[in-house]
């Protein structure tokens, strides 16, 4: 019994001593998660602005006329996709014999780079080698991204555009898509239209239609480049690979074909009126999509099997959006009197859609089909219509009567002119 | 003649205050007169009681009007649908929005380097009396100044606060903290290659000293956020304000030994980022 004062006080006091110690070491642990104890006095900085990020690209090593183009390639991707800032290669004090591959940090930092794209070309002939690398100033000097790519020196282009893509991924979590290619249509002579393919950055413009009467609407598709034909008696609908076949036939015009879902979604006035219709791709199967007196054109397939087309049914053209069935039909344009040509973002999170609306002149708008919130990309810039996102949504082409197609970002800003020459009806894949 | 008192003799029981636990023995008249009033008081209430019984259903079987109960008619009830107050709607076409160009040069130095410094402006003497006003022409100017000084009056906030501030009332640490705001923001830049969503997320403190001569004499970043270009953005911004020997604001008085030798810690937060 003497003893159980002493016992009562001893563990009092170990009780005492784990609520001192246990906290104390918790906060005194260097843990990530963590916040270290506050000590004075804490202020928020926020709303910080946004620049372009500055990345260095010296020409490739190896060939010297590989070497330049390869980078020249780069520098137009990284540029145009109004994310970078690509620094003046004549501004650059680094020792590029001596670094090699590899980079030394001070000397980018000195002029503003916080990126730095090496590479080399390796082998002979027709066959090369290129090793690419990214270096990331703020991670070190360790290539935080190193791939490389064999094949014929033809395709140095789509390796550079492919290099490009994975650098979009590694510093933004969404790759690019630099090595898409657009499709158009384009006047080639009295009563003879075109449609024709290119790269997005304007190279390697190919015919893709056989070259006689007029053909236009054009659409990614199973099978090659769908587009429609005229006839003495109407349109029908082929593509690429069909020699000529048609695919989409009937009375009156047959035309504008989009494809998705496994199905062509395309305007036909066979009952008499510009309503869609949707057939399988072997041209079976048709199905009439709109039943309205008046006239609806232009589908555009959407994310999530979402059709986008043309209606006057409110009494001006406007753009409205429907079930792959034509169900749910709701229009989503309700400013300006004359809306047309939608064309959708791939992203199903964005809620864009890209249109032709006429404001003065014709111009480029974009609408999120969610908010209403209208973003116009052009004005007093000449006749602007047709627009296409790019896949990964980045960049907005459009045919302007300034000379040809024209790239811009989302904001409408950064206007480069890709592809010379009249265009229309474009798309973007 | 003097007499002398006598003395008097008390009773224990004379001292005993009345009670009734040694109540004396009642009397015929008092026990008579409490069983007579016991019956009467019972009459009476037995009375009202059997009267309220008996007359209450006859008054109820007369209710007049007022006093019936109210009939509830059945009928349906259709809930309203309000229409919710909508913005103005705008027919036209947006107008593009044109980034606003920076033609300014480049702001290098945040504050004077000298803020002690000050410049005296010649006085330019009193305004000579202009002999064609008229004093209508002179009452309007008075209400003019009237209205403006009343304009200032009503303003919220303070005239050192910022832009940026949501606070009306002000001490003198949380004007001075907004001064601050302002000066460690300006130029601050994160690339256009973090996206929105992420930036919105990213936070990196950094502990600060600054000395006697209000230059930053070191600093310290606490952690990182999880974007290392948006790290290196928060110390870059540092390191240029650093190597230009910019100074902070003079610190109040009352607030300048939380500033000034005192390390103090800002958070860089990438939220509300401006729009391209």
């Known amino acids: ?429 | 003649m003097y007499r002398q008192p006598t003395r008097m003799h008390v009773e224990p029981k004379d001292w005993t205050p009345p009670s009734a636990l040694h109540a004396a023995w009642l009397t015929g008249a008092a026990i008579v007169g409490g069983l007579g009033f016991s019956g009467i008081f019972a009459l009476v209430i037995g009375g009202i009681a059997i009267g309220y019984a008996f007359f209450g259903d006859v008054l109820a079987s007369v209710a007049t009007e007022d006093d019936a109960p109210p009939v509830v008619e059945e009928r349906e009830i259709i809930a309203a649908r309000f229409v919710k107050l909508g913005r103005d709607f705008q027919q036209e076409l947006p107008n593009r929005r044109v980034p606003v160009q920076d033609t300014a040069p480049p702001d290098t130095t945040a504050i004077s380097q000298n803020p002690r410094e000050r410049r005296e402006m010649p006085d330019a003497g009193p305004r000579p009396p202009n002999p064609m006003d008229d004093p209508m022409t002179r009452l309007l100017n008075r209400a003019d100044l009237f209205a403006e000084i009343a304009e200032q009056r009503e303003q919220e906030g303070s005239p050192d606060g910022i832009e940026e501030g949501t606070e009306t009332t002000a001490s003198a640490g949380d004007v001075y903290a907004g001064q601050l705001y302002v000066f460690f923001r300006r130029g601050w830049t994160v690339p256009e290659t973090i996206a929105r969503d992420q930036l919105r997320d990213l936070n990196v403190d950094v502990t600060i000293t600054v000395g006697e001569d209000l230059q930053i004499q070191s600093f310290r970043t606490r952690g990182e956020s999880a974007n290392a270009d948006f790290d290196q953005s928060v110390i870059a911004q540092i390191e240029r304000l650093r190597a230009q020997g910019v100074t902070i604001p003079e610190p109040p008085l009352l607030v300048r030994p939380d500033y000034v030798g005192t390390p103090f810690t800002l958070r860089f937060r990438g939220r509300h980022a401006s729009q391209p």
């Open chain 1, 1 to 429: 019994m003497k003893r159980l004062p002493t016992l009562l006080a001893l563990g009092a006091a170990i009780a005492a001593l784990a609520l001192v110690v246990v906290p104390g070491r918790s906060q005194d642990r260097p843990d990530g998660d963590q916040p270290l104890p506050e000590r004075g006095v804490v202020i928020e900085i926020d709303s910080p602005e946004r620049s372009l990020y500055k990345i260095a690209i010296p020409n490739l090593r190896g060939n010297a006329a590989l070497g330049s183009s390869g980078a020249e390639v780069l520098r137009n991707d990284l540029t145009l996709v109004s994310l970078f800032q690509v620094l003046d290669s004549r501004s650059f004090i680094a020792d590029l014999e001596r670094e090699g591959l590899n980079i030394t940090a001070s000397p980018w930092s000195a002029v503003g780079a916080q990126g730095v794209i090496k590479g080399e070309i390796r082998g002979s002939g027709n066959q090369i080698e290129v090793e690419m690398r990214l270096y990331e100033l703020a991670r070190g000097t360790t290539a935080t991204l190193t791939r490389t790519y064999r094949g014929g020196q033809g395709e140095l282009r789509g390796f550079m555009h492919q290099f490009a893509n994975e650098v979009l991924r590694q510093l933004t979590g969404t790759a690019g898509s630099f090595d898409s290619r657009m499709i158009f249509a384009r006047r080639a002579g009295p009563g003879r239209k075109d449609v024709y393919i290119a790269d997005w950055d304007g190279h390697n413009v190919g015919r893709v239609s056989d070259g006689n009467g007029v053909n236009m609407l054009p659409s990614f598709g199973p099978g090659g480049i769908w587009y429609s034909k005229l006839t003495e008696t109407g349109m029908f609908i082929t593509h690429s690979n069909a020699s000529g076949r048609r695919i989409i036939d009937g009375e009156g015009l047959n035309m504008g074909p989009t494809v998705c879902g496994g199905r062509v979604y395309f305007t036909s006035t066979r009952d008499g009126n510009s309503e869609i219709y949707s057939a399988a791709t072997d041209g079976t199967d048709v199905r009439r999509i709109t039943r309205h007196p008046a006239i609806d054109v232009s589908p555009s397939c959407g994310p999530g099997g979402q059709i986008a087309f043309v209606s006057t049914r409110h009494g001006s053209p406007q753009i409205f959006v429907m079930g792959a069935d034509g169900s749910g039909v709701r229009r989503v344009t309700f400013r300006g009197e004359h809306n047309q040509t939608p064309s959708w973002c791939a992203r199903g999170d964005q809620n864009l859609l890209a249109f032709t609306g006429r404001s003065g002149g014709f111009d480029i708008f974009t609408v999120n089909v969610a908010t209403q919130q209208y973003t116009r990309i052009t004005q007093g810039q000449g006749s602007n219509k047709d627009p296409a996102f790019s896949p990964d949504c980045r960049m907005i082409a459009f045919a302007s009567s300034r000379g040809g197609i024209f790239i811009a970002n989302p904001e409408g800003a950064n206007q480069n002119l890709v592809i010379r020459g009249a265009a229309e009806t474009l798309r973007w894949r």
